[in-house]
């Protein structure tokens, strides 16, 4: 399976170029999905330590904030995206050094109470943040060149193709590296781990800090590519809908998170289209039905098509 | 009203006597949910949901039109008790039955699924505009409280009924639990499931027994609060946020201090809201942090053996 993945990456890559050219209004809508692909994928990582964070959307808001507070005066999309990453990066490590001694319910509460605590004080500082009106974000460039038009799209969307290809690496190498096998460990056995010398703590700081630099990147996609950041992007129902892409995709392999959020993506905008007023019932009933029906996610679907597949 | 904003003590007299009423409504829900994740060890997401479809079920029944005032307190209590004896005996039969064996993280989104079905059908079925029926704390009146030479009125369903039903509540449920048989059994179940169900304990009734008092609860904080606010949707968004943080800092399976707690983070939310009201929303969460940094495993949990 791992080695069948590159190739499926490459061709699902081609496979949204080709979408993206034949349908420009779905491009948009595959620029974002890739973006939460890239915090999903966040997600992932704690996911294998067993953990689950209901606020890693605080983290995809710092990203976006720090957008539309710096495009004005340095609208470069190649110094905002490392801009982005940094500081998510920062306050994750600081949140992380904190957080990572809590385990289970009490992980996934204090997360969720920090993004609660981040959307308020975006909400409720309008002087500084416009509140839930939000912030427009300043026109932006791409290595000095202006953005504008029809080109802007297809700048953010190979951005947001390029930031994902290069995180599905470094989360595949992540995932081999002894760092990264730990994390199971912490799932089925912590003390064992601390019994090989190995400090559980610091495992998961590690892939926590990695999933806030990866929902930061998210969230700077996002602003750059809307243009228009709200406290929203930090309310626990997007962190909780960044978990629900997880189990969508399944979190049995790297790609699934970014099969899962354009599935997830597709599926908000034809609900949305067909039934206005009960998208969010149609996601839940989808969702209840990949837990109860197909367990391994959109992923899980693939995988045993293709084991299948090679078995006749 | 403008003229006490001098005086920093009555203020904070204000402050305590709303938030008592504020804390009894948050201690009502987060019982129900901290009682549920105790017993079934699911954090049940659409608890809120059950909150909000209370308080929308006593406001539409309450509605009614022919109903006598003195009516319109049991009606609050008769729409909780049906919301909860409705949805709750459901939705643990047909779908968290199905997910007890499951990772934590399989049955947290399970309940977020629900917790999504159940806002948009709030609003298929109450609309989008804010409902509001105040008839309950109209009939009842208000009493005047003396502070500092001044009289204030206060609605006596904030001052009396609310912390009334909220201390009832609790020694009922406290009675429960340690007196009677049922009550010893859901205890029994909570504390090692594995040995309760050796003892011949049906662990499936007790399950579906306490989800459903569960809802009830969490209807009943609803069905409560509905006279005192306007409906809007997103109240059991914001319901259930503030009860995780209550239980997480009450730490898991405390009653009582799951009712200090409510107090505590009650009266800090009401504080916050005459002095510094733009930190009103943060409050809960500062409280929370601040207690789980000091104790892990919440005020009055008990600290858990290492798994080895």
Known sequence: MRRAEPWLALAGALALVAVAWAAPWLRFILTLALAKGIAVLGILLLLRAGQVSFGHA???????????????????????????????????????LFITRYREIFFSMLNLALSMVLYSLLEKFYAITKGSDGIRVAPLSIAGMPMDGPMAGWVMFGTALTVAACFWWVARQYLISPMGEALAAIKTRETRLEFLGVSARGVLLVAYVLSAIMAGAAGAIIAMTSRHVTPLLAYWTSSGELVFIAILGGAGGVLGPFLGAVTYELIRVYAAAAFADIWQMALGLALLAVILFAPGGVWGVIAGLLRRARAT | MITW?????????????????????????????????????????AHGSFYAIGAYAAASLGGMAGLPVWASLPVLLLAAVLVGLVLGPVIERILLRRIYAEEPVIQLLVTFALFMILEDAQKLVWGVQPVSNDVAVRWLGTVDVPFAGD?????KYQLFLLPGVALATLVGLAWFLRRTLTGRVIVAVTVDREAATAMGIDAKKVFLLTFTAGAVLAALGGALASPTTSLVPG????TIVLSFAVIATAGLGQIEGAALTALLIGLGRSVAVYFAPELEVVVPYIIMVAVLLVRPQGLFGAAEARRV
């Open chain 1, 58 to 96: 605080m983290y995809a808001a710092v990203g976006a904030y720090v957008v539309a507070f710096a495009a004005p005066s340095m609208g470069d999309v190649l110094v905002l995206l490392p801009m982005a990453m940094l500081t998510a990066g920062a306050i994750g490590l600081v949140i992380g």
């Open chain 2, 5 to 45: 904003f001098d005086e920093n003590g009555l203020l904070l007299g204000l402050a305590l006597l709303d938030g008592l009423a504020y804390a009894a409504l948050v201690f009502m829900v987060s019982v129900g949910l901290n009682l549920v994740f105790g017993v079934l060890r699911v954090l049940n997401v």
């Open chain 2, 151 to 155: 009289v204030i009125p206060f609605t």
């Open chain 2, 235 to 238: 109240i059991g968004a914001q």
